[in-house]
């Protein structure tokens, strides 16, 4: 066994007897495909208003003004603001950005009738 040189600083690193929640995580989010990213709700935007359960990834949480909701129930309602964190395959992620897009065009196609309306009941 080789002698430690005292004229050297050494750090002592163990590991625990037992092995925690995240290391056994970690492992399993190196085979997945899924990724994590985060999204932000913006005022007035497609997500504001939205439950958390009907999106087409997972929520495992919402970061709301610095309070952590974790594991959101379905009908959490998404608020301007929010981060949310979600998991998904690249297909889910790129299906949310879609979800957006269209809750987007449906919302203008809303606005536009009752322009619409509200242009005729005013003749």
Same mark, same amino acid.
């Given at each position: ?13 163990t590991h625990p007897d ?27 935007? @497609?997500? $504001?208003? /939205? ?5 087409? *990834? ?6 709301? !003004?610095?309070? &952590?909701?974790?594991? @959101?129930? $379905?009908? /959490? ?5 929010? *981060? ?6 690249? !297909?889910?992620? &790129?299906?949310?950005?879609?979800? $957006? ?22 003749d």
């Amino acid at each position: 066994m080789a002698k430690l040189d005292q004229s050297e600083e050494y750090r002592l690193v163990t590991h625990p007897d037992t092995s925690s929640d995240l290391a056994e995580f970690i492992p399993v989010i190196r085979d997945v495909e899924e990724t994590m990213t985060r999204v932000i709700v913006e005022a007035g935007g @497609p997500l $504001e208003g /939205e439950f958390a359960g009907w999106l087409p *990834v997972s929520v495992p949480v919402i970061d709301r !003004a610095g309070t &952590a909701i974790p594991f @959101p129930a $379905e009908r /959490e309602t998404l608020q301007a603001g929010d *981060v949310a964190y979600v998991i998904g395959t690249p !297909a889910d992620i &790129a299906r949310l950005d879609q979800y $957006e897009a269209d809750r987007e065009r449906a919302r203008r196609m809303v606005d536009e009738s009752a322009e619409q309306v509200e242009a005729v009941g005013d003749d």
